[in-house]
C-alpha cells in the first residue's frame, strides 16, 4: 500500500515511508570511515577543557528525602539535596569511621550517618567538606580537581540546549568496561549507525566530517542525513551534527527535519577500575527533545514522531554501543 503512496507523499509530514531494503545490500561505509579521522576527532576532544567537572547523574536522582551514592575515577561521592533543593556533594566515607554516606539518612537538609548520626550540611563537618558541585537542571556534576588535573572552571562546559519550557528530558545511565574515551570514538564514527543500529537508524549518509588537517572550530564536527526508524517501512528524516564541546561530552543535535534544535548528550564519567583491574565508565545519556509543534512540551511526553528520539536512550541501543566502545577498549589494551 504504502508503495502507491511513496510518489505523492504531502512533502509537510514529517514521517516518511522507507523502503524496508536488505541489510546487506546497504552500500559499505568501512572506506569513509578512516580510523585516523575518528581518533584525531576523539583526540582534539580529548584537549579541550573539562574544567575538571565530571556527570554524576541525573538532576531527579539526586533527591531531597534521601542521599545519592556514586563512584567517580575511584572516589566515592554522595549526593542529596539542602532543605531549599540545593544540590551537596561530597566524599562518600563518613569523616568519623568511614561508614558508607550514601546510605545514610536526610533529615531537613541535614546528612546524618546511619552508624553514630555524625551530621554533615553545606558548612561540612568533622573535617568533611562538600566538593563543588552543579546542577545544569537535568544533570548533576561535581568537580574533582586531583582527578581531573586541569585548570578547574566554575561551571561545566555546557552544551546549548533547547528551552526547558518548550522541551522535554530523559536521562538513563549504564556502566561499561571501558575508558571515557571508547564511549566518544564510538559517537564520533557515525558511519556505523545503519549498519549496526538498522533497528534504530535507515538511509545513513555522513554529509561532513572535520578535514584530515588544520581543522578549524567550525569545521570539527560529523553531519549526518540518516532516518530514525519508527517501523520497518516508515521513518523520520533528520540532519544530525555531532560535536564534543569537552572531552567526555559528545552532543548529538538535530539542525534539520522534525525535532529540530534537539539534542542527545552523551557523557562518560570514569567510575575507577572493577574488581578484574579494566576499567570502568559510566555513560549517562541525556535526550532533550523539543518541536515546534504547539503543545509539545505541554503534552508532558513525546508523541508521535519524537519517539525514536526520545527512545534513544533504548536498550539496544545502548547494548550495542557499550559492546563496541567495551571492545574498543579491549583492543586497545591487548585484550582481545
Ligand atoms: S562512622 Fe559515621 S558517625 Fe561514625
Ligand atoms: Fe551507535
Known amino acids: 500500500v504504502l508503495d502507491r503512496f511513496r510518489g505523492r507523499w504531502p512533502e509537510s509530514l514529517p514521517i516518511r515511508p522507507l523502503d524496508p531494503g536488505v541489510w546487506s545490500g546497504q552500500k559499505p561505509t568501512f572506506r569513509e570511515a578512516r580510523p585516523a579521522i575518528i581518533d584525531a576527532a576523539a583526540g582534539r576532544a580529548a584537549t579541550r577543557p573539562s574544567g575538571n567537572w565530571f556527570v554524576l547523574a541525573a538532576s531527579a536522582a539526586v533527591r531531597p528525602d534521601r542521599p545519592y551514592g ?34 545514610g539518612r536526610v533529615d531537613s537538609g541535614r546528612l546524618l550517618c546511619r552508624w553514630h548520626g555524625l551530621t554533615l550540611d553545606r558548612s561540612g563537618g568533622f573535617g568533611w567538606r562538600p566538593l563543588p558541585s552543579f546542577d545544569d537542571g537535568v544533570l548533576v556534576w561535581v568537580r574533582l580537581d586531583a582527578v581531573g588535573g586541569e585548570a578547574a572552571l566554575p561551571a561545566p562546559v555546557l552544551p546549548a540546549r533547547p528551552d526547558p519550557e518548550t522541551s522535554i528530558a530523559a536521562v538513563a545511565t549504564m556502566p561499561g568496561t571501558c575508558e571515557p574515551v571508547d564511549i566518544v570514538a564510538n559517537r564520533l564514527d557515525p558511519w ?40 520497518k517501512r516508515m521513518g523520520v528524516p533528520v540532519r544530525a551534527e555531532f560535536r564534543c564541546p569537552e572531552p567526555r561530552t559528545v552532543v548529538m543535535r538535530i539542525i534539520e527535519g522534525e525535532g529540530r534544535g534537539s539534542v542527545v548528550e552523551t557523557h562518560a564519567t570514569p567510575l575507577g577500575a572493577g574488581a578484574d583491574g579494566r576499567a570502568r565508565t ?22 508521535g514522531v519524537l519517539r525514536p528520539l526520545m527512545r534513544w536512550g533504548a536498550a539496544r541501543l545502548w547494548r550495542d554501543d557499550l559492546a563496541y566502545a567495551e571492545r574498543r577498549y579491549a583492543l586497545r589494551n591487548g585484550l582481545v
Not at 556533594?89 to 554516606?101: E, K, N, R, S, W
Not at 559510566?282 to 508523541?303: C, K, L, Q
Request: charged share 25%.
Open 192 to 231: 556505523h549507525g545503519a549498519w549496526f543500529h538498522p533497528y534504530s537508524f535507515a538511509r545513513l549518509r555522513v554529509v561532513h566530517a572535520p578535514p584530515r588537517r588544520e581543522v578549524s572550530e567550525a569545521d570539527d564536527r560529523f553531519v549526518v542525513d540518516v532516518t530514525f526508524r519508527l517501523s
Open 282 to 303: 559510566a555513560v549517562t545519556e541525556a535526550v532533550i527533545a523539543t518541536s515546534e509543534r504547539p503543545g509539545f512540551a505541554r503534552a508532558g511526553r513525546a508523541a
Open 70 to 103: 556514586a563512584r567517580v575515577a575511584g572516589a566515592e561521592i554522595v549526593a542529596w539535596r539542602d532543605s531549599d533543593g540545593t544540590l551537596l556533594a561530597g566524599p562518600g566515607g563518613c569523616p568519623h569511621l568511614g561508614a558508607p554516606l550514601a546510605e
